[in-house]
């Protein structure tokens, strides 16, 4: 394609509020422009890509079985009521009428979906009878809307994006499991194919429910994860979900039994283990929340942090922390001051692993002005439950190898999930199995952002100068560059490698603009293709054209007569 | 593909609702499954089609020098204020909030793009600046939502839609004009590559305005659209704009004045006519309408009908007929008894071409209770203009052959507008010319629906038993039948084909469900795969299998060995 016929609005300058390499080289590359928050139009480079990312895709879909659907981003919100989601999304979900029901006065009956799983049960119990007519892999590649509350980076996380969201449905268990299985190794090749190396972390599975699931993700600085890393063993989790290899908490037991001490005025856990010169981890941080209008006591070692996300499992229903006249109500105490100790039996309490069998503790008292000292899990308090409740902190060691770990942030690029019956169950998509007893499908559901994952791999690669784009995805194969096209030799020149390249199917992008080289130069740097193909004087009188290597800025000078079977030779190498 | 595996929910009944034959066969041949009114999801045997269609439409748009971007179907509402379209679409326009103009409790301030000629202009207006950047053609294929106040017969007229749209941008009308003959040639080849045979009308050019518009139309009774045709000449054109070869109205020109005659409770033309013994063709129509609140005053010949879309095109605004009332205001008469003589000059009056010279005829009389005979036009009353504003009738002749016209009813596959600078010049998208004077865009517009062209093809394309594809947007190329796939010589045999067949390149759907034979070929016949190569115990016997033609029924024993040459002579006779 020439250049000059193009719709490639490289930008110098970079955009305002964009704060991330790839939002900023997407903005200044031209592959996108916003319409509205979190709103983007595709433009034609952008959209190459993205198209390059979609046969993958589907490629490596098909591969493992699966069949390509094409489902409806609207949706009536009556299979959303079905699954209890058109709630548990909230504002996240846009909603509207269509003129039938708002005459009728009805409200929002309507809605954008975010992801398919409705849908999918919807078809399934259509047509799915009979464990003969399973298993499926259904897949599509559509767009998707959700309100994000806070819209940013670009295609990182926008509020219009595609994605190829997959499902598995099974008769069993062990069905689901192979489906997955083959999700996990067709996702392990679209991400290498696009040029990425991503680790695969367990992860919580938030409003999708279900059994498990595990995340695909790229080590990145503009990442909106935190993920935590062994370099020796490779373990890798969330942040939301990873555990560490940590000693119980002891402290000095030398009170056989509690005391109470004045702590006038001092509230938090850096105020209260100064005043009573202890280690802040033997003072016991005592969180108070409402589970569906009951009250839970949440405890951690002072030195750690209640993981929200790892309560939210061991709860499992949405959950919010008390209000002070709820501490009064059912502590008797104000915020600050709870503790473990002597609570009535209406509060159910939960306590960090670190905390069993632990001794010579602190806490609160539940009395205005007191913390109690000496304590001991077990004899003083008696949690319903001990589980991992703490977040992890770099430095804290590896539970399998006991190497340090760290904290890396990430990109999610794919998250693949099993639901087991939550959706089939809600929405009667079921099947008779050999002896004819009606059964619910069990689903595994599986997706990634196309938009997302084009962002990610700039993220992974790209420099100073702009995008270095992986041969797999690039818009284009090769970038020729012509110098001086108003030179009728120069011009001829490029016009027969032009000719040449394409008839050997090569995807060329010439820029054969009337401006001067540094534009040009600049340009193909920002855009970055990853060969460049350089004609000017020295070619028309040598020729030999110049070829560079975007990634490693290394030259080549190659007559003109060897450059295509160079080319399929370079390309391959990259 | 084998058929045991996949998602294709045949169906025997025809199922309720369904009218028109391309709805019943993709609901029974398992291509969609409705959603909710006028939404579908495409299953994978319907979605395979659309995606052969996708790839056409991309082949001749890329042929055209059409880049291709996409656009989100997520619009704030705001562009569609600043062309006035947001007021002019309606309720055809689906409506919604985000969080935060919910929250700031502002109304809709976004909607669901039905069409893109709003975010076209955004973008052109962010990056065209100098004639240097025309022109441009872009293209997208994309989903599309429009609130139809009644969707009906299935992918022709859905609320949710993907659509092959295109925008051509130019400097010039020079310019626009060619980008519209491109696309004019692009679109004779989509439709014949897709195996229909269409014609060219001119249309209304509707609520995308401009200075003109083509549909491209396939003949069939399940069309809604009313087309009036000449087969000697070709002449085709929509009835909302066709016109014909006919005669101009002369009464008896017996009377040197007008004569009040009463007509007592004779309103209707039969009635008026029949009172007074006259033609109802002498008889003067006389509709009174209201046009952005002023009078308008329309008179066609009493055999003939006011087409309103011509009507709209002269008034060029908004118009209504008139109430009771208003006739009393503006003409001192009831309906019934209106007529051109003596109007005040605050009533427009425009008539039809029929009626320029006319004379000897009868009207109302602007009294209750009277008409007028012996009625001149120019000599009694004095139209503004007189214009083109019947409705043409089967059996009048053409204007340009004088051949017999008929009407038929079509389906629009097709349509391509000149936009010239409506959209442009409303929304600032403009450019600077070589001397540096800042101009509008010129822009044209052009759109293919993809499921209604997938649907044109099963009414242009099918029998009583099912749906016949043209092979180049056949889900499959082949069809394997294998009877009795429990039988393993049966079974080996089928595979070996199958195989053989999939290596070269073939795209097969193979039935080797355990069902009787009787099942396998109602279902071959009805999803419509143009060629089936049934292998069964006389197969193992002589080593050739037998070859059906879906259309022709023609039979052929092909030896295993010649199977694929055969195939693909077969398929390019198709």
Same mark, same amino acid.
């Given at each position: 394609?020439?250049?000059?016929?193009?719709?490639?609005?490289?930008?110098?300058?970079?955009?305002?509020?964009?704060?991330?390499?790839?939002?900023?080289?997407?903005?200044?590359?031209?592959?996108?422009?916003?319409?509205?928050?979190?709103?983007?139009?595709?433009?034609?480079?952008?959209?190459?890509?993205?198209?390059?990312?979609?046969?993958?895709? !589907?490629?490596?879909?098909?591969?493992?079985?699966?069949?390509?659907?094409?489902?409806?981003?609207?949706?009536?919100?009556?299979?959303?009521?079905?699954?209890?989601?058109?709630?548990? *999304?909230?504002?996240?979900?846009?909603?509207?009428?269509?003129?039938? &029901?708002?005459?009728?006065?009805?409200?929002?009956?309507?809605?954008?979906?975010?992801?398919?799983?409705?849908?999918?049960?919807?078809?399934?119990?259509?047509? +799915?009878?009979? #464990?003969?007519?399973?298993?499926?892999?259904?897949?599509?590649?559509?767009?998707?809307?959700?309100?994000?509350?806070?819209?940013?980076?670009?295609?990182?996380?926008?509020?219009?994006?595609?994605?190829?969201?997959?499902?598995?449905?099974?008769?069993?268990?062990?069905?689901?499991?192979?489906? #997955?299985?083959?999700?996990?190794?067709?996702?392990?090749?679209?991400?290498?194919?696009? %040029?990425?190396?991503?680790?695969?972390?367990?992860?919580?599975?938030?409003?999708? %429910?279900?059994?498990?699931?595990? $995340? *695909?993700?790229?080590?990145? $600085?503009?990442?909106?994860?935190?993920?935590?890393?062994?370099?020796?063993?490779? #373990?890798?989790?969330?942040?939301?979900?990873?555990?560490?290899?940590?000693?119980?908490?002891? %402290?000095?037991?030398?009170? @056989?039994? +509690?005391? $109470?001490?004045?702590?006038?005025?001092?509230?938090?856990?850096?105020?209260?283990?100064?005043?009573?010169?202890?280690?802040?981890?033997?003072?016991?941080?005592?969180?108070?929340?409402?589970?569906?209008?009951?009250?839970?006591?949440?405890?951690?070692?002072?030195?750690?942090?209640?993981?929200?996300?790892?309560?939210?499992?061991?709860?499992?229903?949405?959950?919010?922390?008390?209000?002070?006249?709820?501490?009064?109500?059912?502590?008797?105490?104000?915020?600050?001051?709870?503790?473990?100790?002597?609570?009535?039996?209406?509060?159910?309490?939960? =306590?960090?692993?670190?905390?069993?069998?632990?001794?010579?503790?602190?806490?609160?008292? &539940?009395?205005?002005?007191?913390?109690?000292?000496?304590?001991?899990?077990?004899?003083? *308090?008696?949690?319903?439950?001990?589980?991992?409740?703490?977040?992890?902190?770099?430095?804290?060691?590896?539970?399998?190898?006991?190497?340090?770990?760290?904290?890396? !942030?990430?990109?999610?690029?794919?998250?693949?999930?099993?639901?087991?019956?939550?959706?089939?169950?809600?929405?009667?998509?079921?099947?008779?199995?050999?002896?004819?007893?009606?059964?619910?499908?069990?689903?595994?559901?599986?997706?990634?952002?196309?938009?997302?994952?084009?962002?990610?791999?700039?993220? *992974?690669?790209?420099?100073?100068?702009?995008?270095?784009?992986?041969?797999?995805?690039?818009?284009?194969?090769?970038?020729?560059?012509?110098? &001086?096209?108003?030179?009728?030799?120069? #011009?001829?020149?490029?016009?027969?490698?032009?000719?040449?390249?394409?008839?050997?199917?090569?995807?060329?992008?010439?820029?054969?603009?009337?401006?001067?080289?540094?534009?040009?130069?600049?340009?193909?740097?920002?855009?970055?293709?990853?060969?460049?193909?350089?004609?000017?004087? !020295?070619?028309? =009188?040598?020729?030999?054209?110049?070829?560079?290597?975007?990634?490693?800025?290394?030259?080549?000078?190659?007559?003109?007569? @060897?450059?295509?079977?160079?080319?399929? @030779?370079?390309?391959?190498?990259?």
């Amino acid at each position: 394609m020439k250049l000059s016929h193009s719709l490639l609005p490289t930008l110098k300058q970079i955009p305002r509020d964009a704060v991330i390499p790839s939002h900023q080289l997407m903005l200044r590359a031209g592959m996108i422009r916003p319409l509205a928050a979190g709103i983007y139009s595709d433009l034609p480079f952008g959209w190459r890509v993205a198209k390059k990312v979609m046969t993958i895709l !589907r490629e490596e879909m098909d591969r493992i079985g699966g069949q390509e659907l094409y489902m409806p981003c609207l949706n009536p919100i009556s299979i959303w009521e079905e699954t209890g989601r058109a709630g548990d *999304f909230g504002s996240d979900l846009f909603r509207l009428m269509d003129r039938k &029901n708002r005459s009728a006065g009805e409200g929002e009956r309507y809605c954008l979906a975010p992801t398919h799983e409705e849908v999918i049960c919807d078809i399934a119990r259509g047509y +799915v009878k009979s #464990y003969r007519d399973l298993p499926q892999i259904w897949y599509q590649i559509q767009v998707k809307l959700r309100d994000e509350p806070r819209p940013r980076s670009g295609l990182m996380r926008s509020r219009h994006f595609i994605m190829k969201d997959s499902y598995t449905l099974d008769r069993d268990e062990e069905g689901q499991d192979h489906g #997955y299985q083959l999700h996990y190794q067709a996702y392990s090749r679209i991400f290498e194919r696009s %040029g990425l190396e991503t680790f695969v972390v367990g992860a919580s599975s938030g409003l999708m %429910g279900g059994s498990g699931s595990q $995340e *695909f993700m790229v080590e990145s $600085e503009s990442g909106e994860d935190t993920t935590v890393r062994c370099d020796r063993c490779g #373990y890798s989790a969330n942040l939301e979900v990873a555990t560490s290899n940590i000693e119980s908490i002891a %402290g000095p037991n030398d009170q @056989e039994t +509690v005391i $109470e001490v004045a702590t006038p005025n001092q509230r938090t856990i850096e105020e209260v283990s100064s005043f009573l010169s202890i280690e802040p981890r033997i003072l016991i941080k005592s969180l108070l929340y409402i589970v569906e209008d009951r009250p839970v006591l949440a405890l951690v070692s002072g030195e750690d942090e209640v993981n929200e996300s790892k309560l939210g499992a061991v709860l499992g229903a949405p959950f919010r922390p008390a209000e002070p006249h709820e501490a009064m109500q059912y502590m008797r105490a104000n915020l600050g001051f709870l503790g473990p100790v002597g609570v009535d039996k209406s509060v159910k309490i939960i =306590a960090d692993l670190r905390l069993r069998n632990s001794t010579g503790l602190a806490t609160g008292a &539940n009395k205005d002005g007191y913390h109690m000292t000496g304590v001991n899990a077990g004899r003083d *308090f008696q949690p319903s439950e001990f589980r991992d409740l703490r977040t992890v902190k770099a430095g804290e060691t590896c539970f399998n190898c006991h190497a340090k770990l760290r904290l890396a !942030r990430a990109i999610e690029v794919g998250h693949i999930f099993k639901l087991g019956t939550k959706y089939s169950q809600a929405m009667g998509a079921v099947f008779l199995d050999e002896n004819g007893v009606e059964k619910p499908i069990v689903m595994g559901s599986y997706g990634i952002g196309v938009g997302r994952l084009v962002a990610t791999v700039i993220e *992974f690669s790209h420099d100073e100068q702009g995008i270095i784009w992986p041969p797999s995805v690039s818009p284009f194969d090769l970038m020729l560059i012509t110098l &001086n096209p108003t030179e009728s030799d120069i #011009y001829r020149l490029s016009q027969s490698v032009y000719d040449d390249l394409r008839k050997d199917g090569f995807d060329v992008l010439w820029d054969e603009r009337d401006v001067r080289p540094g534009v040009k130069f600049n340009d193909a740097d920002l855009i970055g293709i990853p060969i460049q193909i350089i004609v000017g004087d !020295r070619a028309v =009188a040598t020729g030999a054209v110049e070829v560079k290597i975007r990634k490693t800025n290394q030259r080549h000078y190659v007559p003109k007569e @060897e450059l295509v079977p160079k080319m399929a @030779e370079l390309l391959e190498s990259l």
